[in-house]
């Protein structure tokens, strides 16, 4: 019996996107409360898990932030450098939420 769905499966909205020139945004947002709170509960979202997900320090990690009156999960990451500059991958910060797609979400919690 599986006991696991993955995050992409639950979630409404996973996305990425830049929140100024030297931070990445991210957002996932449920459809309703109950899936919101079951996640929540799993403990498969936290600061550290998203540290590891995006193989970041957690230094780099700003913000993490549980938003309840939108069934949504937001956190922030400091770039390795400024948008748009030599090097940058990822001009809009679009493409850095892929890792959480096929994130493993315990529902026995």
């Known amino acids: 019996m599986n006991t696991t769905t993955k995050l ?10 830049n929140a100024g020139t030297d931070k990445i945004t991210f957002d996932i947002i449920f459809r309703e409360k109950a899936t919101y709170e079951m996640v929540k509960r799993s403990g498969a979202l936290t600061r550290d898990t998203v540290c590891s997900v995006l193989k970041v ?14 069934y949504a999960i937001k956190f922030t990451i400091l770039r390795k450098r ?3 500059s030599a ?5 809009f910060g679009a493409q850095q939420y892929a890792p ?3 994130m493993e979400v315990d529902l026995t919690v």
């Not at 320090?57 to 939108?70: G, K, N, Q, S």
Request: no cysteine.
């Open 8 to 17: 992409s499966d639950l979630a409404k909205t996973i996305r990425s996107k």
């Open 57 to 70: 320090d957690p230094a780099r990690l700003t913000d993490f932030v549980e938003y309840d009156p939108a």
């Open 82 to 84: 400024p948008s748009g």
């Open 87 to 91: 090097g940058d991958g990822d001009i």
């Open 100 to 102: 959480f797609l096929d």
